[in-house]
């Protein structure tokens, strides 16, 4: 059996990024275990795209360690294994959503088989076959995002990195997206490092990173977190935490003696 080392997408040993002179993720140490979906959840500017673009090799200062699939994040064997989604929809509005995953798959150096094939395959697992030929411009913002996403999937990566791929989209979106993700896993094995600010997504992850302000405040299943805190969902075990490390940073903070008193 694989130890869990050696099974980890990710593995992150004191991981410390700075961001304009301020330190934005401090000290993370965390795995990420291969063929799973990983929640990374977190109020707005709590550095979770920070961490994925550490992840994919795009940030700079970073410090620690930081492997992805075994080598150090960012470097050339990694190019063609990790596929990463920003928020903002990277595709030309100027192509139709088949000639915008056409010209990715050749920059992939995909041959025009393997690109036919695949195009198609891209286009079916985001459900836009019947909108392959609008062009990118004419489509909505979801279904630019599902290009954008549709695109990560060429080459079938071995970790897809998604930064708020379900914001925006309706709940019958959001559902299909997710069942695609689990499929990614169990039929290519795909990791998944997934990011959200929506608490009732985290139930859908097999794991969970939980961050505030730079850190990190869990690791673990759904259900143990749950456990752990006493909460009745993620969200509440969220603010458990949260108030554990307030209450912590205050204690801290506390003049020795006063808190004795
Ligand atoms: N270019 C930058 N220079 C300096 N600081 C930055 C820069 N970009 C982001 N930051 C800061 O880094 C911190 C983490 O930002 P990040 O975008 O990683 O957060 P986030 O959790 O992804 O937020 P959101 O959910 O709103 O996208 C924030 O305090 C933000 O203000």
């Not at 470097?75 to 990463?84: E, H, I, K, M, Q």
């Not at 299909?176 to 990011?195: I, P």
């Not at 302000?213 to 993620?234: F, I």
């Amino acid at each position: 059996m694989m130890n869990y080392q050696a099974a980890a997408a990710v593995r992150a040993d004191g991981l410390t990024v700075v961001r304009g002179g301020r330190t934005v993720l401090r000290d993370l140490s965390f795995q990420i275990p291969r063929s799973t979906v990983t929640g990374l959840l977190g109020p707005s500017g709590c550095g979770k795209s920070t961490l994925m673009r550490a992840v994919v090799g795009t940030q700079a200062r970073v410090s620690g360690t930081l492997e992805v699939l075994g080598h150090p994040a960012g470097t050339a064997p990694l190019r063609s294994r990790v596929g990463y989604v920003t928020q903002a929809p990277s595709v030309y509005s100027d192509l139709t959503a088949r000639q915008n995953l056409d010209y990715f798959a050749s920059v992939l150096g995909l041959t025009r088989d393997e690109r036919r094939e695949q195009v198609e395959r891209a286009l079916a697992d985001v459900d836009l076959t019947s909108r392959a030929d609008a062009l990118a411009g004419n489509l909505s913002g979801g279904q630019r995002s599902r290009v954008s996403l549709a695109v990560a999937l060429l080459g079938t990566p071995d970790l897809l990195v998604l930064d708020e791929p379900t914001v925006g989209l309706d709940p019958v979106l959001r559902r299909d997206l997710w069942s695609l993700f689990h499929r990614l896993v169990a039929e290519r094995g795909t990791t998944l490092l997934v990011s959200s600010h929506a608490m009732d997504e985290a139930d859908r992850c097999e794991r969970l990173l939980l961050m505030r302000a730079g850190r990190l405040l869990a690791d673990d299943t759904p259900e143990a977190l749950r456990d752990r805190t006493g909460a009745g969902t993620v969200e509440d075990a969220f603010l458990h935490l949260v108030d554990t490390a307030r209450r912590e940073e205050q204690g801290n903070r506390a003049v020795p003696g006063e808190a004795a008193r």
